[in-house]
């Protein structure tokens, strides 16, 4: 009896060896103790592998050669129009010599004060006018301020570039303003008159040189 559970005790430690030798064995495998092919990926649990576990070609291969360029698009629809810088020009304050009666026609004698004029160079432009009318001793509060940019086409009237009015205050110093904005083409080089003249409700001319006319034209190119 106590030989039988000496053996028995024996076996059991045998057991434990070989098993504890298994697991140590198990937890050291390395390729050596892998042969080619033994590995297939439905052993491998899925999302387990990192880049780091991979080799160089291996990863090489899963990233893939660089594709050919595509070919170029479509060329899209032309923009619209846009502005140049924009240049300021300021005529200096002049009197109005004559209120009332007509502007006066080319050729047979402009009634209207010329504060000044510019040139344009063939092309596309906005014109912006801007006019400020002071009277400089008390008027009749009937007159009205006007700014004119015209071009002399040798017709009576010339071509209108832009035109504004603005009542004019029957206190002296007291300040009013008009403006006006017009796209022009030139196909040559053309002279912009900048004309000031005062009309009178009544007709009269009792505001002729009362009136101070300041302008101001900003010319901007469009593409």
């Keep these: ?3 039988n559970l000496i053996i028995a005790i024996l076996a059991v430690f ?3 060896s070989l ?3 298994g697991a140590r064995a198990a937890g050291f495998i390395g390729h050596d103790q892998l042969g080619k092919g033994s590995v297939w990926s439905n052993t491998v649990k899925d999302g387990s592998l990192r880049y ?16 050919e360029r595509g070919a170029r698009g479509l060329t899209g629809a ?3 129009d846009g502005l140049a810088v924009a240049n300021t020009r300021q005529f200096d304050p002049t009197s109005i010599e004559n209120v ?7 050729g047979e004698g402009v009634r209207a004060t010329l504060l000044g004029s510019f040139d344009l ?20 509060g009937q007159s009205h301020g006007e700014l004119a940019l015209r071009v002399d086409t040798g ?19 007291r300040e009013s303003t008009s403006s006006s904005t017009r796209v022009v083409t030139v196909s040559s080089y053309t002279t912009v008159l900048v004309y000031a003249f005062g009309y009178a409700d009544d007709q009269g001319s009792a505001d002729s040189g009362k009136i101070t006319a300041t302008a101001w034209v900003t010319v901007a190119k469009v593409q």
């Design 52 to 67: 780091r576990d991979l080799n160089d070609h291996t990863i090489k291969r899963l990233k893939g050669k660089k594709g």
């Design 78 to 80: 032309a923009g619209t």
């Design 155 to 173: 017709s009576s009237w010339g071509l209108d570039y832009g035109t504004s009015f603005s009542p004019v205050s029957p206190t002296p110093g």
């Design 121 to 140: 160079s063939p092309g596309k432009y906005m014109l912006t006018a801007n006019g400020l009318f002071v009277p400089s001793e008390p008027t009749t």
């Design 1 to 3: 009896m106590k030989k």
């Design 19 to 21: 098993t504890f030798t």
């Design 100 to 106: 009332g009666g007509t502007f006066g026609k080319f």
């Design 14 to 16: 045998a057991l434990l």
